[in-house]
Every structure is written in structure tokens, then in C-alpha cells.
């Protein structure tokens, strides 16, 4: 009898010891903010852990922590925001940014190629009404000391994004995608700002992918020799010889692989035609008869 009523104790004991570590360390607080939406920044998980708190969210900052590791570490933690409509548990928590369980709606910002940074700006501020087209213009233009692109693809932005992190995002897709092309790049007789120049011309000037190498060669050949490259996307290379100063446009990765990976053609002229098909010419009088053929009526 004695021997049962220590194993009793015992269990009592433990129930305690578990519910006083649920109480206190597990359970959400009391004063849980349900329905707060909490912007996660990349940082330090104590960094995190400490804000969680701050912002009643969980008990333990060490609690957190453990659980995080458990479930990937700070590598697998996706910043963001996040809702918490409803008391959870700090375990729940943790699983949630580890997973990237945001329960917020993002904002998709869809850039097609060749849009220029004005019409980015325009789209920006028709989604994010606090960001105006002039501070994004004048934010990239303080960049435009060193390449500073803004990849045109298909975004989802968190609501509490400001004007640096959607540019920051932009550019580091840029970063992400030519990182393959950089050794080909630096080892390029040209810089990278006059190959995503160039890009940007191509982007504008051509109808499709399959063009697009032999008019960057075109275009490189004319530079080559010191002839105008009288381009209608950039009526300055009417006037002047070599690239624009900066790109006209942002090019997608076809247009910067063309830059980068010209074709030779015996061309030194094209034209597009009413139908959008394209006519190559190896000296300026067959290129003028091909004006006066498909451009004139």
C-alpha cells in the first residue's frame, strides 16, 4: 500500500511538473494579440524571439528557440508577415515561421519585360499607395552609381513592404538569375552595364526570342566598326555613336543572353515589317529596298 501511494505522489508530482512547464513556458500568454499581423525581418533568432515576445505572442524566448531548431534552425525561417488570428501554442508558432504559414494575402506585381523604370514606378504605386512614383524613381536613381536592375518577373509582396524592400526584392532576382552568367560576364570585353544595356535595346527591338542573337550581333558589329546603331528604341543613337548611358528598359534573361552570346550574320541592317517579321539586309541599299518594300505603302 505504502509503494502505491509514492507511485500516486510520484505521478501527481510529474502531472504538476508538466503542467506547470504548459502554463508557463508552452501555452500562449494570456494576453495573446489574436488577430495581430507581426512583420518577421531577416535577423538573429534571438533577434525574432525577442520581438515574438515583445509582442505577446509566445511565453519563453528559449522555448521558441528550441522548438525552431527543431523544426530547420534560422535558415529555414521565412521573414514576412504573419497573422495570428487565434491563441496557439509557442510550438505552433515556431512550425508556422519555419514553414512559412504567413495567413496574410500577398500582393502580386506582375513586370513584363521591357517595361522601363518609370512604368515599373507607375505599377508600384498603383498597388502600394504610400510608395509615390517620384521617391521610387529617386530611390533608384541614388543606386544608379553602380547596376542596380529590377528583373522583370511575377511578384508577391507582403502589405507592410516599403519602397527599399520591393526594390531590394527586384534587384536580388536579378542578382539570382545572371549568377550562372557572372564568370562569362567579367571575362566580356564588355562591362556588365553596357551588356544590360545592350539587353535593353534588344528587348525593344525584337519581336522574339529567335531574333534576338542575330540582332545583338548586328548591333555589336556596328559599334565594332564606329557606325551609329540607330536604333528606334533609343533616338539618341540617331545622333550618337555607341550605347545609351544606361539601360532604356529592364530585358529579360533572353535578351541578356543574346547581349551576352551574340550570333555572327553577314547583316548589318533589319527591319521589322507590318506583321512583325523580320528582314535582314547586308548593305544600307538592300535594307532601303526592303523599306520601300514592306514599310511604305
Known amino acids: 500500500m505504502q509503494n502505491l501511494d509514492k507511485t500516486f505522489w510520484k505521478a501527481i508530482l510529474l502531472l504538476g511538473f508538466i503542467l506547470f512547464i504548459y502554463l508557463f513556458f508552452i501555452s500562449p500568454p494570456y494576453n495573446f494579440s489574436e488577430g495581430k499581423i507581426l512583420t518577421i525581418k531577416s535577423?538573429?533568432?534571438?533577434?525574432?524571439?525577442?520581438?515574438?515576445?515583445?509582442?505577446?505572442?509566445?511565453?519563453?524566448?528559449?522555448?521558441?528557440?528550441?522548438?525552431?531548431?527543431?523544426?530547420?534552425g534560422e535558415k529555414k525561417i521565412s521573414p514576412g508577415d504573419y497573422k495570428f488570428e487565434?491563441?496557439?501554442?509557442?510550438?505552433?508558432?515556431?512550425?508556422?515561421?519555419?514553414?512559412?504559414?504567413?495567413?496574410?494575402?500577398?500582393?502580386?506585381?506582375t513586370i513584363p519585360e521591357g517595361f522601363t523604370d518609370k512604368e515599373i514606378?507607375?505599377?508600384?504605386?498603383?498597388?502600394?499607395?504610400?510608395?509615390?512614383?517620384?521617391s521610387f524613381l529617386s530611390y533608384l536613381a541614388k543606386k544608379q552609381t553602380n547596376i542596380y536592375p529590377l528583373f522583370?518577373?511575377?511578384y508577391f509582396f507582403f502589405p507592410s513592404f516599403n519602397l527599399e524592400d520591393i526594390i531590394g526584392v527586384m534587384n536580388d532576382t536579378y542578382l539570382n538569375k545572371i549568377r550562372p552568367l557572372k564568370a562569362e560576364i567579367a571575362s566580356s570585353v564588355m562591362s556588365e552595364m553596357q551588356i544590360m544595356t545592350m539587353a535593353s535595346i534588344i528587348e525593344k527591338e525584337s519581336k522574339n526570342s529567335e531574333e534576338k542573337p542575330i540582332i545583338a550581333g548586328i548591333l555589336w558589329k556596328r559599334m565594332k566598326k564606329g557606325m551609329l546603331l540607330q536604333v528606334d528604341a533609343a533616338p539618341e543613337t540617331y545622333k550618337y555613336k555607341g550605347l545609351p548611358v544606361s539601360p532604356i528598359c529592364e530585358p529579360g534573361l533572353d535578351s541578356i543572353l543574346a547581349a551576352l552570346r551574340p550570333v555572327?550574320?553577314?547583316?548589318f541592317f533589319y527591319l521589322h515589317d507590318r506583321d512583325g517579321i523580320i528582314h535582314y539586309a547586308k548593305i544600307f541599299s538592300e535594307h532601303n529596298k526592303n523599306r520601300q518594300k514592306y514599310l511604305l505603302p
Open 43 to 72: 535577423g538573429s533568432l534571438s533577434q525574432i524571439a525577442k520581438e515574438l515576445k515583445l509582442n505577446k505572442i509566445i511565453r519563453s524566448e528559449t522555448v521558441f528557440k528550441s522548438f525552431t531548431i527543431f523544426f530547420g
Open 264 to 267: 555572327d550574320s553577314p547583316y
Open 121 to 134: 514606378a507607375l505599377l508600384v504605386s498603383s498597388k502600394f499607395p504610400n510608395i509615390l512614383k517620384d
Open 152 to 154: 522583370p518577373e511575377t
Open 86 to 109: 487565434k491563441k496557439i501554442s509557442v510550438w505552433r508558432v515556431a512550425q508556422r515561421i519555419s514553414k512559412g504559414e504567413h495567413h496574410v494575402a500577398q500582393i502580386k506585381i
